[in-house]
C-alpha cells in the first residue's frame, strides 16, 4: 500500500485560505468515508483536526474543512494565521489490504 | 483527563528487540482501540497496527508482520508495542493513539502519547 500524495508545500499569508490535497486510489480514499487529517508542530505529536471527512472534532477551531471528491481529499484552512504553520497528515482506511490505514506524504504549511 | 503516557528513549542494536508501553488514564481503557504509528527522522507518519484491549485481538500492516506483538495488560490500563529483529531503518519515534470510536476501529486518532524515541546502533 503506497503512501497518499500530498503536495510537499503550501504556503499562504496571515488571512489567506489554503488547501491541502491527499490523492489516494480507488482502494482507499476513494472508497471509504473514512479520512482524517492531523496537524503536527516540530517535536510534538499528531493532533486530530478532521475525521471521517469532514467531522471536526470538539476543540478544533471551524477554519478547518474537510472534504473529498473522488479519490481526492481536501483539508482547507480559512483565516490562516501564524499558529497554523506545522506539518499536516492525510490517513485514510485502506480496508483489508497490506495495511488497514495509510497515511499521506505530508504537507509543510508556511504562514508568509 | 485522557491521557497516554509512554516509556523512555531506547537505545537498541541491530537484532535485538525493544518493547514500548503506553499507560492509559482518564478513559475506560478496554473501550477504545489502540493505534501504534512510527515517525523516522525528518520523515512521514507509518501506521502499524492496533490492539483491541477488549479481546487482545490485533490487526498489523503486513510490513511489519512476523516482527510485531502489541499486547495490553487491562489490570494496568496498559498497551505495549514490541519490535523484534531491529534494524538501523526502525529508528524512529513510536507512538500509541487511541481511536476514537467505542469499540471499533476507524482510524481517527484523537489522542496521542508524548512518543518514544528508539535509536537502532551498534
Known amino acids: 500500500q503506497s503512501a497518499l500524495t500530498q503536495p510537499a508545500s503550501v504556503s499562504g499569508s496571515p488571512g489567506q485560505s489554503i488547501t491541502i490535497s491527499c490523492t489516494g486510489t480507488?482502494?482507499?480514499?476513494?472508497?471509504?468515508?473514512?479520512v482524517s487529517w492531523y496537524q503536527q508542530h516540530p517535536g510534538k505529536a499528531p493532533k486530530l483536526m478532521i475525521y471521517?471527512?469532514?467531522t471536526r472534532p470538539s476543540g478544533v477551531s471551524s477554519r478547518f474543512s474537510g472534504s473529498k471528491s473522488g479519490n481526492t481529499a481536501s483539508l482547507t484552512i480559512s483565516g490562516l494565521q501564524a499558529e497554523d504553520e506545522a506539518d499536516y497528515y492525510c490517513?485514510?482506511?485502506?480496508?483489508?489490504?497490506?495495511?488497514?490505514?495509510?497515511f499521506g506524504t505530508g504537507t509543510k504549511v508556511t504562514v508568509l | 483527563q485522557v491521557q497516554l503516557v509512554q516509556s523512555g528513549a531506547e537505545v537498541k542494536k541491530p537484532g535485538a528487540s525493544v518493547k514500548v508501553s503506553c499507560k492509559a488514564s482518564?478513559?475506560?481503557?478496554?473501550?477504545?482501540?489502540m493505534h501504534w504509528v512510527r515517525q523516522a527522522p525528518g520523515q512521514g507518519l507509518e501506521w502499524m497496527g492496533w490492539?483491541?484491549?477488549?479481546?487482545?485481538?490485533?490487526n498489523y500492516a503486513q510490513k511489519f508482520q512476523g516482527r510485531v506483538t502489541m499486547t495490553r495488560d487491562t489490570s494496568i490500563s496498559t498497551a505495549y508495542m514490541e519490535l523484534s529483529r531491529l534494524r538501523s531503518d526502525d529508528t524512529a519515534v513510536y507512538y500509541c493513539?487511541?481511536?476514537?470510536?467505542?469499540?471499533?476501529?476507524?482510524?481517527?486518532?484523537?489522542?496521542w502519547g508524548q512518543g518514544t524515541l528508539v535509536t537502532v546502533s551498534s
Open positions: 482518564g478513559y475506560t481503557f478496554i473501550a477504545y482501540y
Open positions: 490492539i483491541n484491549p477488549n479481546s487482545g485481538g490485533t
Open positions: 480507488s482502494s482507499d480514499v476513494g472508497s471509504y468515508n473514512l
Open positions: 490517513c485514510s482506511y485502506a480496508g483489508s489490504s497490506t495495511s488497514s490505514y495509510v
Open positions: 493513539a487511541r481511536d476514537r470510536a467505542t469499540a471499533m476501529d476507524k482510524g481517527d486518532l484523537d489522542y
Open positions: 471521517e471527512v469532514n
